[in-house]
């Protein structure tokens, strides 16, 4: 039986009614629209679909959507500013940190979680926070770089606490 629930994707309530079984990734994709958040494996291991609910990476091709019912949920959508891009967006573009494009707002939204963990990340620590999102074309050297360049970009526009 379908039920009608919100979820809050990257500030905006988006109203819709769902079997208690739809997946998180299908009510994003195909209800609300957003199409940014990519399905890779279905199973959980590749991050393709990973979003930022409630402050935490979850892979939504394993969450349901019911259970992110009224709950703040973050896609790659939600990352920029209007045309401004978000030093991570921006980042991968000029480092080369994508290609095919499929895992790319997983990792994004992965290191997203991790910069706001921590802004000064080593590069062992970007490896840690990015292992559970798999990508079959860069080979990880421009995406750590990316993340690399896009912490420092965040430390030097940060406004120093008083």
């Known amino acids: ?8 994707l ?4 988006y109203e819709v009614t769902v079997e208690p079984r ?3 990734l299908d009510a994003i994709r195909y209800d609300c629209r957003l199409t940014g958040t990519k399905e890779g494996c279905g199973t959980g291991d590749c991050g393709a679909c990973t979003v930022i ?3 935490k990476t979850v892979c939504s091709c394993l969450a349901l959507a019911v ?3 009224e709950r703040p949920i973050t896609t790659v959508e939600g990352l920029a500013d209007g045309e401004q891009l978000h030093p991570l967006q921006e980042t991968f573009m000029t480092s080369g940190g994508l290609q095919c494009g499929i895992c790319t707002p997983g990792i994004i939204l992965a290191a997203k979680a991790l910069l706001d963990d921590n802004p000064q990340p080593t590069i062992e620590e970007i490896q840690h926070g ?3 999102n798999l990508c079959r074309c860069t080979g990880y050297a421009k995406i ?3 993340v690399l ?5 965040m430390q030097e526009t940060a406004v120093p606490e008083a």
């Open 1 to 8: 039986m379908k039920q009608p629930i919100t979820l809050h």
């Open 10 to 13: 990257n500030g905006r309530p």
């Open 22 to 24: 739809r997946r998180l």
């Open 53 to 55: 609910l409630d402050g």
């Open 67 to 69: 259970a992110a019912d």
């Open 130 to 132: 990015l292992a559970n």
């Open 144 to 146: 750590i770089d990316a």
């Open 149 to 153: 360049k896009a912490a420092e970009q």
